[in-house]
């Protein structure tokens, strides 16, 4: 039952490891398609921002969110080799992927022709906008894939670690339960012997005295005599059978059971002493324990050996060299035997070999530690990105509010200029010139309220949000009326139900 519970905890061990494997892996196939998604995006805000600044630099954020895109795609493909299904939308995905990148190379190759259709760079960009639908809707049913695959393997990893406490824990109880059962089996088998070596000395008394009261019934003596040396000899070989019994038992153990005298010698070991040390009982009884331990283990062991001589019971746990060059972790019981004056004639040892159990822990230590160190590590990471992100917007708050300082100025000022020529020149501008200067003077005090808009909406992560009931109608009309010029450029025609 030891040997199983043993090979049982190592199994257990394995299966913990590949499943907290099984977990990193799965989160790197969640981490690349993450890097997809991102490429995407910058590849997208490359395209955007050459579309608005016309700035070369752009279009190299176009280019590394591309290869980002390619490199995620080529280690994905690595990661998921072994499932089918991803690996299947992967091959559908890599083809959309191709071609996204494709539309915005042509996207922005028509905005850098001069004569480039207008057309055709809206009927690109429909295309492209629609392919990134697609493609991060294939993105989303992957990850989900895979975090559904991390949730079963989390609780696989749950699982296997409870089993292997569970397993150590049954070996450790079942190891005292057989200890403490061979102690008591000694015990009662030594009771019986003195009982029996007691009784035998109580029957020779009481046959010597009858001898000499009975002298003259000789006859009777006689037959008395016969029946206490059957007796006599049914003892003995009860005590023989016990003696066997008590061998089998402690023979059938794979732990270490001796006898110890006051000199530290040999008197009783059972088998598992020939299979450790590569001697045979009649060649340990009798021997010092340094003899057969060899010097380097005697003196480990020799201020326990001390303590239950001098009558006190002994457990410990080391590790012990032994003399063949080789080492193993023990775990020790030492009780002592006394005499019938109270003094102890030596003492019992039960030994069992702790080995892959110490080992096991020690796995087990090394592993925690490096996982402390990971979330250390880790943890300091992500203050650092903290940090820098508040930093950021910080620096992105401030620039807003000088931004829109500064835009608002010449806004005031064409807003100023353009009333002042409709009150100085009223009489000299016609119906559609006073119409035009209305129209300047609206769209610069929509240029302001999109400034103050977009301060405030620059200060949304770093102020309380108080939210309210909001028309969607009347945000909706007044997008649309922003967006007329552009609008009527595209010959775009907006349609839409009721809005909440």
């Given at each position: 039952m030891l040997g199983g519970t043993a090979v049982e905890s190592y199994l257990n061990a394995r299966k913990l490891t590949e499943s907290r494997q099984l977990v990193e892996h799965t989160h790197q196939v969640l981490e690349t398609l993450s890097q997809i998604l991102n490429g995407m995006n910058n590849a997208e805000r490359g395209r955007r921002g050459y579309l608005l600044l016309k700035d070369d630099r752009e279009l190299e954020t176009l280019r590394l969110g591309a290869q980002t895109m390619t490199r995620a795609v080529i280690d994905l493909r690595q990661l998921t080799h072994d499932n089918p299904t991803q690996q299947r939308r992967l091959d559908e995905l890599e083809p959309l992927i191709d071609q996204r990148l494709a539309l915005l190379q042509q996207f922005v190759d028509l905005k850098q022709q001069i004569n480039a259709n207008q057309n055709s760079r809206v009927a690109?960009?429909?295309?492209?906008?629609?392919?990134?639908?697609?493609?991060?809707?294939?993105?989303?049913?992957?990850e989900a894939e895979e975090r559904l695959l991390l949730q079963k393997r989390s609780d696989a990893t749950d699982a296997s670690a409870q089993?292997?406490?569970?397993?150590?824990s049954i070996g450790y109880v079942l190891s005292f339960c057989l200890l403490v059962g061979v102690f008591f089996v000694l015990q009662k088998q030594i009771r019986s012997r003195q009982q029996a070596e007691v009784a035998l000395q109580q029957a020779n008394d009481k046959l010597e005295t009858k001898v000499q009261e009975r002298t003259a019934e000789?006859?009777?003596?006689?037959?008395?005599?016969?029946?206490?040396?059957?007796?006599?000899?049914?003892?003995?070989?009860?005590?023989?059978?016990s003696e066997k019994q008590i061998r089998l038992i402690t023979d059938a153990l794979p732990v270490l059971i001796s006898y110890v005298d006051s000199e530290r010698r040999?008197?009783?070991s059972n088998r598992a002493y020939e299979q450790w040390f590569g001697y045979s009982r009649a060649e340990i009884n009798g021997?010092?324990?340094?003899?057969?331990?060899?010097?380097?283990?005697?003196?480990?062991?020799?201020?326990?050996?001390?303590?239950?001589?001098?009558?006190?019971?002994?457990?410990?746990?080391?590790?012990?060299?032994y003399k063949d060059g080789g080492a193993r972790w023990?775990?020790?019981?030492?009780?002592?035997?006394?005499?019938?004056?109270?003094?102890?004639?030596?003492?019992?040892?039960?030994?069992?070999?702790?080995?892959?159990?110490k080992q096991a822990e020690q796995a087990l230590q090394q592993m925690n530690?490096?996982?402390?160190?990971?979330?250390?590590?880790?943890?300091?990471?992500?203050?650092?990105?903290?940090?820098?992100?508040?930093?950021?917007?910080q620096e992105l708050e401030q620039f807003a509010y000088i931004a829109s300082h500064d835009l608002q100025e010449p806004l005031r000022a064409i807003t100023g200029y353009t009333q002042l020529l409709v009150q100085d020149y009223h009489d000299r501008l016609d119906e559609s010139a006073q119409e035009y200067a209305d129209y300047i003077v609206d769209g610069a005090k929509r240029m302001q309220q999109l400034i103050q808009d977009l301060l405030l909406y620059s200060r949304v992560g770093t102020r309380e949000l108080i939210f309210a009931p909001t028309d969607c109608n009347t945000i909706l009309?007044?997008?649309?009326?922003?967006?007329?010029?552009?609008?009527?450029?595209?010959?775009?025609?907006?349609?839409?139900?009721?809005?909440?």
């Open positions: 690109i960009l429909k295309q492209t906008i629609s392919l990134q639908q697609e493609i991060e809707a294939r993105l989303q049913t992957m089993q292997a406490i569970l397993i150590a000789l006859s009777q003596v006689n037959a008395l005599l016969r029946g206490e040396l059957i007796e006599r000899k049914q003892a003995e070989r009860a005590l023989a059978e040999y008197r009783f021997q010092h324990i340094s003899q057969i331990l060899g010097e380097s283990a005697y003196q480990a062991i020799a201020p326990y050996a001390d303590i239950v001589l001098a009558g006190q019971d002994v457990t410990y746990e080391r590790l012990l060299p023990i775990n020790a019981i030492y009780l002592p035997d006394f005499g019938e004056q109270g003094i102890v004639r030596g003492y019992f040892a039960l030994i069992s070999d702790i080995t892959d159990r530690e490096a996982l402390e160190t990971k979330v250390q590590e880790r943890t300091v990471a992500l203050k650092h990105l903290n940090d820098d992100l508040m930093r950021s917007n009309s007044q997008v649309l009326h922003t967006l007329q010029a552009a609008i009527a450029e595209s010959n775009a025609v907006i349609t839409h139900d009721p809005l909440p």
